[in-house]
């Protein structure tokens, strides 16, 4: 008989950071079957973008979906990038509309990457101010779209990491 035990490391739920990868900028991603972790390459790694988002912002879904006849899975990063300044709105009207692979790290210091070259996530961005000084002011980013698999564990694929 197989068992699934209670994995005896942390478990700390949550998202420390976040990198954009373009879709035209993936190399190669290809699975290691012993292990089940994959293994990304870029073009150029100068191209992928590091998203500072207020700590404790960033969630990540993605649920199983079967509707459409074949399975897929609807995949979905949220952070909060703190301050207006014209220089994060136009770094973001840069990205807006993008199509990414998303590699993020989670708490437990694990790389996991969702969406592909072949099914990535889109980039969208709202802003938001409250009405009191001290309240949050800045900008909600949004990474969704549908996949053919859910996110995937990868080893660290950045060399200046």
Known sequence: ?????????????????????????????????????????????DKNWLIYCTPESIAYTEEEDDSLGSKFFKCKLEGFIPNDTPTISNQLDLLRNRRFAVVFTDYNGRYKVAGSKTS????????????????????????????????AFVNNPFTSS
Do not use: C, H, W
Request: glycine letters at 8%; a negative charge; aromatic letters at 10%.
């Open 1 to 45: 008989m197989q068992v699934l035990n209670k994995s005896a490391e942390d478990n700390l739920g949550g998202v420390l950071l976040l990198y954009l990868v373009p879709d035209y900028n993936i190399l190669t991603q290809e699975k290691n079957f012993s292990t089940g972790i994959y293994t990304l390459t870029f073009l150029d790694e």
């Open 120 to 151: 990535p996530l889109r980039l969208s961005v709202s802003f938001s101010s409250q009405d009191r000084m001290s309240a949050l002011r800045g900008r909600n980013i949004t990474l969704e779209g549908d996949t053919f698999k859910g996110a």
